[in-house]
């Protein structure tokens, strides 16, 4: 039979108090008999005294003496005279005491010699009755009361029963005291029971008790109903997640930490298909099919926790995703860019019929003018357009270049090489490079970089990347202003860089996310007015992110255009 929670507590202390009680029983029984002992030990001790003030006294035959002292003594009182050696002198129950055996080695008469008195419980060997010794030693001579270990005798050494009474009727008090106790535990433990068996009957008129553990059970119960409302709503936001996932544009699936495919989209197996060399409907493919091996690669050695990369099948362009989740869970994405690799792929010819077509016309123009300004006679007009049309040719020339450059950066990237770059030395040089700008403005040019603070990237790239912020700000920003770059944060892979001035900023702030796009103008023949390709900022992106960084730009509170941006310490 299965016992519940009272029982068992009911038994635990009932058991507990049992074995405490009889424990205290018997000590008080052993204890009480311990006493009624000694006191008749101590009657007994009297008598011997008795006896032994009658002999010191007695004129005559010490034995007729001793018979008159025992006739206003107890009739069953036994005595016995035991000289030094061990010898009966006297036993009044005995006639005949010449056959008695020594009696120097009993229990009593070892006690009186060692500690002046003792007693014992035994059967006599001379006539067969059980008694109560008690022997006291007097000089050299041994003085034995005894009593017959009788009913009257067991009588008195028993122990009043009046305590165990008590101890009874205090176990019978306890154990219900126990009984009414457990019955309250049973009924809160009866609640939680119920609760945890079907918490869905949960209602704020459960009556838990006035006690600890039902402030337990309001506390499970506040709690349960605060985890059912955080479990519809997070039902509910899965299934809208869950319906955004269906409806969006790009495949995607997510994945356990063991790999095993936990949801995907349909559009994901549609793109899987189109890439895959045979048809399939399993999206965990993608983690063995050849055409997958770098995000397979990705996904093994887990180098970081994003990774990016093109595939070309079918003439289609896809991009591939693989991000990697605190609890080594995965999800990869595929998306058809098709669209945006041929907008791109038109943009970049443009720009390069652009550069060609440019080209050869502004090198005779520039040649040409360079020819007309050194032999022509002297006229204020002539001079004034000609130096008009080389300015223009020379800004023309820088479009070329860098239309030229970003092209590189975006097609060829591996044409770049990566040395190590201190980039206090970097903005030194484009300080000196630029100080007749800086000083006609007065313009202060400042940095907090450290002189160790080195990149592992492309020189010419950095240059480039802090070189147009500087021209962007002496351009733009306005006269008699700073110019400040530092380093305000570190981490093991990434530098992150603050570049900024205190100058007019930008008006319109929903510009600020398009001043890196090519030729982009905040305002109409602003570049062409203060000089520039109308590609520097456009360069700095696209610098920022061949090292693998990010950048972002905003007016500052005070006044003034700040570059947020990030540099990794050593490309991958």
């Avoid at 006599?124 to 041994?142: G, M, T, V």
């Avoid at 905040?522 to 520097?536: F, M, P, Q, V």
Wanted: hydrophobic share 40%; net charge negative.
């Amino acid at each position: 039979m299965k016992l519940n929670y009272r029982l068992k507590l009911f038994l635990y202390f009932a058991i507990i108090f049992t074995f405490f009680t009889i424990g205290v029983a018997i000590f008080e029984q052993l204890r009480e008999k311990e006493l009624n002992t000694k006191a008749l030990e101590e009657k007994l001790e009297s008598y011997t005294d008795i006896i032994n003030a009658g002999l010191a006294n007695a004129k005559g035959d010490p034995k007729d003496e001793i018979q008159v002292m025992l006739s206003v003594l107890p009739e069953e009182l036994r005595i016995t005279l035991i000289n030094g050696e061990g010898e009966v002198l006297f036993d009044n129950s005995i006639r005949d005491i010449s056959n008695l055996m020594n009696h120097l080695h009993r229990p009593e008469i070892q006690s009186a010699l060692i500690r002046g008195k003792g007693s014992d419980i035994r059967r006599s060997d001379s006539n067969e009755k059980e008694y109560l010794y008690f022997a006291r030693r007097y000089e050299n001579l041994y003085i034995r009361a005894a009593l017959p270990y009788n009913i009257g005798v067991q009588q008195f050494l028993k122990p009043d029963n009046a305590s165990l009474y008590f101890i009874l009727l205090f176990f019978i008090l306890f154990l219900f005291l126990i009984h009414v106790i457990t019955k309250g535990f049973e009924r809160s433990v009866r609640q939680l029971r119920d609760f945890a068996s079907n918490p869905a009957y949960i209602d704020d008129n459960i009556p838990f008790p006035k006690n600890e553990l039902g402030e337990i059970g309001r506390k499970i119960a506040d709690n349960y109903r605060q985890l059912k409302e955080s479990q519809q709503k997070n039902a509910q936001e899965k299934q809208k997640l869950l319906q955004h996932i269906q409806i969006l544009e790009e495949g995607i699936c997510f994945f356990s930490a063991d790999h095993e495919v936990e949801f995907h989209n349909g559009l994901f197996i549609q793109y899987l298909n189109t890439i895959t060399d045979e048809p399939t409907s399993e999206a965990g493919t993608i983690l063995t099919d050849p055409t997958f091996r770098q995000v397979q690669h990705f996904l093994l050695h887990k180098d970081g926790f994003y990774f990016e990369t093109q595939i070309k099948k079918q003439g289609k362009a896809f991009s591939l995703r693989a991000n990697i989740f605190g609890d080594q869970s995965f999800e990869i994405t595929l998306n058809d860019i098709t669209k945006q690799e041929k907008t791109r792929l038109l943009k970049q010819e443009m720009t390069d019929n652009i550069a060609h077509e440019l080209r050869t016309p502004v090198t005779s123009i520039r040649g040409y003018l360079e020819t007309v300004l050194s032999g022509l006679p002297g006229e204020e007009t002539k001079r004034y357009f000609i130096e008009k049309a080389f300015n223009q040719a020379v800004m023309l020339s820088d479009i070329i270049q860098d239309m030229s450059q970003l092209a590189k950066m975006e097609e060829a990237p591996e044409s770049f090489v990566f040395e190590k770059v201190k980039l206090a030395g970097l903005l030194q040089k484009i300080k000196a490079e630029s100080l007749p700008d800086l000083t006609t403005k007065d313009i202060r040019f400042d940095w907090d970089i450290p002189d160790e603070t080195v990149i592992t990237g492309n020189p010419v790239l950095l240059y480039s990347l802090f070189r147009n912020l500087t021209d962007n700000a002496i351009r733009y920003a306005g006269e008699n202003i700073e110019i400040v770059a530092t380093i305000y944060n570190e981490d093991a892979d990434f530098y992150y860089f603050s570049f900024y001035d205190t100058g007019v900023g930008i008006e319109d702030e929903s510009q600020l996310n398009r001043i890196f796009e090519r030729f982009y103008r905040i305002g109409e023949g602003r570049t062409r007015d203060k000089g520039g390709s109308g590609l520097g900022l456009s360069i700095v992106k696209n610098a920022v992110l061949f090292h693998q960084g990010k950048i972002i730009a905003k007016n500052r509170k005070n006044g003034g255009l700040e570059f947020l941006f990030s540099l990794r310490k050593r490309r991958k």
